[in-house]
């Protein structure tokens, strides 16, 4: 049986609304069916300590800890080792790996031993990427040979790659470290200071409103009306945002505060393409960023497999596992990192016939199988089910980014297109 996900009848998504039977008609000799909720049911309740995730204890619990920050000055040159990935990662974003080969493991190293900062580059795509993300290690393992050598970073700043500099197995990279700009109010010039004992930091709708009025008084005496202002007021457009993202929040997970963070935190959490993904690092402004996910937050999408355009999920399916947020990276035992985003129901997807596993499972008390779209058979995620008793979700899907792709659901139009 099949439902349109559409109320109005516009769109030809589909979905199975009974999973597990549709699936057992399609499925090979490799694959189980499998369907771990009723599409018409809400999200479920968790019992998940949501901090586990972000520790990423798979990886050990005797790893060591690194202290203090390093700050690069903005606007500064200098060399950075570089480390290329699969794709860019952001300010503030976890980066876990299992590191084997012996030039990695020895520029890592070299950095502990200094101000442990790396630059992380991409140059898998298509475009010429010249921009980056420092990375600081904060824990390290020195393993042995089958465990790898094991850090965890975080993404600080973002630079301007000027020359790839490549020998013997090492790379590096002369950069520029870029600045975050940071514009003041955009009233802060005209404002009626008369009314600035009235003026808050709206954190709902009421006090958003009360701010409303006052502002409208501010623009009256500009040569703009108020919700010109609005579109460039950081905080105005981090509480649009929030709103648009009140279930993630409601499902455990903190989304941050500060507008700065907030326009990094929203592209390694939400399912954005790399071309989106570079033009947000690229941006030097969080208001900038902020303005361009807010564009692609308004529209409703769906998640898709990039393979055969198979619908996967919608974006409103996101189950948050992390207090982090839906999507974060995580390593795997052969060392490959998945961007992995989390929902609690999925369609066409089938598990595999492998055995469940907690080996290096990234969710403690959880097992996991490979999950393949049944349009086409492409690894598409894990579904991770509960072998603690009470461990609630029962089951929860684990879909890597790189699978995916999303769309509008009104449309069809591709989330590449200008002016998501
Ligand atoms: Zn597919």
């Not at 790659?161 to 020998?167: F, H, P, S, T």
């Not at 808050?200 to 009025?213: A, G, H, S, V």
């Not at 009306?225 to 279930?247: E, G, T």
């Not at 919608?314 to 989390?342: R, W």
Request: charged letters at 25%; a neutral charge.
């Amino acid at each position: 049986m099949n439902v349109d996900v559409e109320s109005d009848g516009e769109s030809s998504d589909s979905i199975d609304a009974n999973n597990g039977l549709e699936i057992a008609a399609r499925t090979g000799p490799n694959v189980a069916p499998f369907s771990i909720n009723n599409p018409t049911e809400g999200p479920p309740d968790s019992t998940f300590d949501l901090t586990l995730p972000a520790t990423h204890s798979y990886l050990g619990n005797n790893l060591e800890e690194l202290r203090g920050r390093t700050i690069l000055d903005d606007g500064i040159y200098m060399n950075l080792p570089l480390l290329v990935k699969q794709s860019i990662i952001f300010p503030g974003q976890t980066l876990p790996m299992t590191i084997f080969d012996k030039p990695t493991i020895d520029m890592l190293q070299k950095c502990i031993q200094s101000d442990r900062t790396f630059g992380v580059i991409c140059l898998n795509y298509n475009e010429k990427v010249a921009i980056g993300t420092t990375a600081e290690i904060y824990q390290y393992m020195e393993g042995n040979e089958a465990e790898g050598f094991r850090v965890k970073a975080k993404g600080r700043q973002r630079f301007k790659i000027l020359q790839v500099i490549q020998g013997y197995g090492k790379r590096s990279a002369n950069v520029k470290i870029l600045p975050e700009i940071t514009l003041g109010h955009p009233f802060l010039d005209a404002r009626l200071a008369s009314l600035d004992n009235l003026r808050l930091t709206p954190k709902n709708l009421e006090e958003e409103r009360k701010l409303d009025r006052i502002e409208r008084m501010d623009a009256a005496v500009t040569p703009w009306p108020a919700w010109v202002y609005k579109q460039y007021d950081p905080r105005r457009l981090s509480l649009k945002i929030k709103q648009y993202l009140q279930f993630i929040e409601t499902r455990g997970s903190n989304i941050p505060e500060d507008p700065v963070e907030l326009s990094f935190w929203i592209p390694h959490n939400l399912l954005l393409d790399d071309s989106q993904r570079i033009m947000l690092l690229n941006y030097d402004c969080a208001i900038s960023r902020l303005q361009r996910e807010l564009a692609y937050l308004d529209k409703d999408r769906i998640f898709e497999c990039r393979n055969c355009s198979s619908m996967i999920c919608k974006q409103s399916d996101m189950f948050p596992m992390s207090k982090e947020g839906p999507q974060s990276a995580y390593c795997n035992l052969g060392g490959v990192i998945h961007e992995t985003i989390t929902v609690y129901k999925a369609y066409n997807l089938v598990q595999s016939r492998e055995p469940a596993s907690t080996e290096y499972s990234w969710f403690p008390g959880y097992a996991w199988t490979i999950a393949l779209c049944t349009g086409c058979g492409m690894h598409i995620g894990w579904l991770f089910t509960a072998v603690q008793k009470g461990l609630r979700p029962e089951a929860v899907w684990g879909l890597t980014r790189k699978s995916l792709r999303s769309r509008t659901r009104r449309n069809k139009k591709r989330s590449e297109s200008p002016g998501y």
